[in-house]
């Protein structure tokens, strides 16, 4: 009899085994990561050719799966393997005819085809309260962003929500090209949001119809008042419509110091981003988020947009679950729920 307990504990550590991995492929299967409340916003990327690869590809991995397919749409401006990726999930492909560059132009002539495809949508039946553009460089915590926007009431409300860009300040009246497209302007200077990630509401949106339907038409403006994307569109809400950028703290892009984010506030962050940030003549200084014990190296993880997003879904098959996880940040929505 002796001889056949250790057999037994034997099958009976399988058999919990078997049962564990039962149990977790059920959870993983049933798991959706599907914000709540995102249905109501269409969101817009901006990305070209030479960054599918390493930043594309990343955001297919990551907090793109917060969303429903049918909401994302990402123009770009070359189809290949990680946009047709892309498509086998159900996004939306924009494929554009505009340049490869980042230069104004060419950036003026992407958002065109973003606002375009917004008035299709909605023309067609959409029902989006939002619309949010997002450069391929950002990671979009849905979540807080849901929560932000549920706030206002985008039917009503002509709400234009962002983070302050550099040199925010644009006195009208130094712009001579402006003066002669907008003569019936409503303001001597506005504030305008950074590019890379903002929020109109459907009520706004509207409103900037005249100005923004049409895939050319934005270019023709930009070119028109000599500004890149960002300035042109802060001119049209603000100097010619009058209305004010609302600014939102938790939008972070890299412009930002990333590393100064508390730790203990990276889940309440909207977006985060990557890059490296110029030190007046000196060596540029590497800019990301700083989460400690993250799941993934910098080496693997040079965004730290994976640790990020494991960090926001630690439920993920390929993030870990951890107590020490919990422990550290207890706020996680997983955490609360066991």
């Known amino acids: 009899m002796g001889k056949r307990r250790p057999y037994n504990a034997l099958l009976a550590?399988?058999?919990?085994?078997?049962?564990?991995?039962?149990i977790r492929r059920l959870l993983t299967k049933s798991l959706s990561l599907v914000v709540p409340g995102s249905s109501v916003i269409h969101f817009s990327i901006r990305t070209t050719a030479s960054y599918h690869k390493s930043r594309l590809d990343v955001l297919l991995r990551t907090w793109l799966n917060t969303v429903e397919p049918k909401q994302i749409h990402i123009a770009t401006d070359v189809m290949d393997t990680w946009t047709k990726t892309a498509q086998d999930s159900e996004y939306q492909i924009i494929q554009t005819s505009c340049d490869q560059s980042h230069h104004s132009e060419a950036l003026c002539c992407k958002s065109g085809f973003e606002y375009e495809q917004y008035y299709?949508?909605?023309?067609?039946?959409?029902?989006?309260?939002?619309?949010?553009?997002?450069?391929?460089?950002?990671?979009?915590?849905?979540?807080?962003?849901?929560?932000?926007?549920?706030?206002?009431?985008?039917?009503?409300?002509?709400?234009?929500?962002?983070?302050?860009?550099?040199?925010?300040?644009?006195?009208?009246?130094?712009n001579e090209r402006f003066l002669r497209q907008f003569p019936n302007h409503n303001t001597s200077y506005y504030r305008f949001g950074t590019g890379a990630a903002y929020c109109i509401s459907s009520s706004l949106m509207k409103e900037l119809e005249p100005y923004l339907r049409g895939p050319k038409r934005f270019v023709e403006t930009c070119k028109a008042i000599g500004e890149p994307d960002d300035v042109t569109?802060?001119?049209?809400?603000?100097?010619v419509l009058g209305y004010e950028l609302t600014v939102v703290p938790l939008i972070n892009t890299h412009y930002n110091y990333l590393p100064s984010i508390d730790s203990n506030s990276l889940v309440d962050q909207i977006t985060i981003s990557f890059g490296q940030l110029d030190m007046m003549g000196q060596s540029p200084l590497k800019n990301v988020i700083i989460i400690p014990n993250a799941q993934f190296s910098e080496e693997d993880d040079p965004t730290r947009f994976l640790s990020y997003h494991c960090l926001l879904h630690p439920m993920v098959p390929w993030c870990a679950r951890s107590l020490y996880h919990c422990l550290v940040y207890p706020m996680t929505s997983w955490c609360k729920i066991t």
């Open 13 to 22: 550590c399988l058999a919990a085994l078997c049962v564990f991995l039962l």
């Open 120 to 174: 299709i949508d909605t023309g067609g039946g959409g029902t989006s309260s939002w619309y949010c553009h997002f450069d391929d460089d950002m990671y979009v915590n849905v979540g807080a962003l849901v929560d932000t926007l549920a706030k206002y009431k985008p039917d009503r409300d002509r709400l234009y929500l962002g983070k302050l860009s550099v040199g925010h300040e644009y006195k009208v009246q130094s």
């Open 233 to 239: 569109l802060g001119a049209l809400i603000g100097a």
